[in-house]
């Protein structure tokens, strides 16, 4: 089966959250050849590693993102993608702003997902300089997520 559903997770600088999503996600759907991901930032500088904290965590997921370099978001890239999932509401304004010609394809990453205590659509929180318990919280909230992501994508894309 050929690879259909091109999947991006975008956050702002691309070292922290959508890396972390696009590592989850490809876990998620290793078994899966009708998908493939990928992740930008809104405000990406290109060829940034991973964070050390992102790292840690998805190690700890048995997760390696070894050749990671950030990329910032440009049409090209929208162009090749059916869905894009923003870590934030301000992401994706930011994306219907400059994109609006790919609109249709952006999605909050937590739109779909019931997370505990703040129900749906919540914006994934930035972890930032705030110590590995952040990071490993959102990865917690991107493992709920991610489950109703790939439950949508299924149910909205045309079968080949």
């Known amino acids: 089966m050929a690879t259909d559903k091109h999947v ?3 956050c702002t600088g691309n070292t922290c959250r959508s890396p972390m999503a ?3 996600f490809r876990k998620a759907v290793a ?6 991901v990928g992740s930008a930032g809104v405000a990406a500088r290109r060829g940034t590693p991973v964070s050390k904290d992102t790292a840690a965590v998805l190690k700890k997921h048995g997760i390696e993102l070894a050749d990671f370099s950030s990329r910032p978001l440009n049409h090209d890239l929208l162009k090749s993608v059916t869905h894009v999932f923003a870590m934030t509401r301000g992401h994706l304004r930011a994306m219907e702003a ?5 609109s249709d ?3 909050l990453a937590c739109e779909f997902a019931e997370i505990p205590g703040e129900g749906l659509g ?9 110590g590995r318990r952040a990071y490993e919280e ?3 909230v991107l493992e709920i997520a991610i489950p109703s ?3 949508y994508i299924d149910q909205t894309t045309k079968k080949a």
Request: no cysteine; aromatic share 14%.
């Open 122 to 130: 919540m914006d994934v929180p930035d972890p930032i300089g705030m």
């Open 22 to 24: 696009e590592g989850l």
């Open 98 to 102: 400059a994109f609006p010609e790919h």
């Open 31 to 36: 078994d899966r050849p009708d998908f493939s």
């Open 149 to 151: 992501i790939i439950a």
């Open 138 to 140: 959102v990865a917690e």
């Open 105 to 107: 394809k952006f999605y």
């Open 8 to 10: 991006l997770f975008v």
